[in-house]
């Protein structure tokens, strides 16, 4: 066990980073790593059935990606300016990332300058404050003009974002994606097609769903090399009761609970009841899982693999086993797997 920042570091080529999803999205490759003999195995996504039991229960996360990247003008100049909008603020103002606006009190211009907006505020953490010039301007501006908000290791200029617009908008998306809040998605559940749904269910598996809303604060650099220094933002997380109740009925007939995603792990691990279930309930998850974390409810996780150093990294290594699961990435990048967001899969038993 570790909580040196330096020991989550692993060197990628970038050729292995996936600028786009498989051409089906359970084509996807699909690592098995147990846990227990320390052995990979290799399939296809498509084959998840085969790797699960009956009984098992799938915990999946419903958050929507908001299509919250917009390309606007400084108005009079018209330069160049790109705003990820995070959260509202309420009375049209919404806490954002903007990049070519300069200094506050700017105003912008969204949707061909039919919406309009003033660069109101920048903090000490980078983040801006915009404000639009009517209450329900960033709601308008999303829905007429809004991109989905793709990672900054997906290059997409200006021009190649609105010509990829619609099938970056379906697959940076899961199928069974409901509110739209996010600004990522939880992509370990981008593999998952309708077919694949009634596959699992004719094999005895069960799906249950939680709400984790995606925020920046997911992403954000580790900056401490003590990992125990580090917190992550609360982000909102609801558990229903329906699966409250999945989750206890999977309890009794032996069946594990399998996290696809990490936004699923930290759900159901920040609403533990301590007996091996949740409590049904709404409010902040914020836990940061390290090497260390005693899982109380996940007993199996589906995950994409992810960047060195980074908080998923450390939460999967939390489950894996440190080195263990460095050595299942050294076996992945030997074997061409697909890296981060529309990449390649694990499934870690």
Sequence with gaps: MSDRLESYDFELPPELIA??????????RLMVLDRATEGCQHARFSGLPGCLRAGDLLVLN??????????????????RVEALLLAPEGGGRWR??????GRPGTSVEFAGGTIRATVAGVDESGEAIIEFDDPDGGERATAAAGYPPLPPYIRR??????????????RYQTVFARRPASVAAPTAGLHFTGRLFERLARAGVQMAFVTLDVGPGTFRPIRSDNLA?????PEHAEISPETNAAIAAARAR?????AVGTTVT??????ADGRGGVTAQRGPAGLFIRPGHRFQVVDALITNFHLPKSSLLVLASA?????????????????QYRFYSFGDAMLIV
């Design 19 to 28: 600028q786009e999803p498989a051409r089906v999205r359970d084509a996807s």
């Design 62 to 79: 419903d958050t929507a990606v908001r299509q919250a990247r917009l390309f606007g003008r400084k108005a009079g100049t018209h330069g």
């Design 96 to 101: 954002s990332l903007v990049r070519g606006a």
């Design 157 to 170: 200029r200006e021009d190649e974002a609105k010509r990829r617009r619609r099938s970056d908008r379906s």
């Design 229 to 233: 220094e580090h917190r992550l933002e």
């Design 254 to 258: 032996g069946g594990r609970v399998v």
């Design 266 to 271: 930290r759900t159901l691990e920040t609403f």
């Design 319 to 335: 489950f894996a086993g440190r080195e263990r699961l460095l050595a299942a990435y050294a076996e992945a990048i030997g074997m």
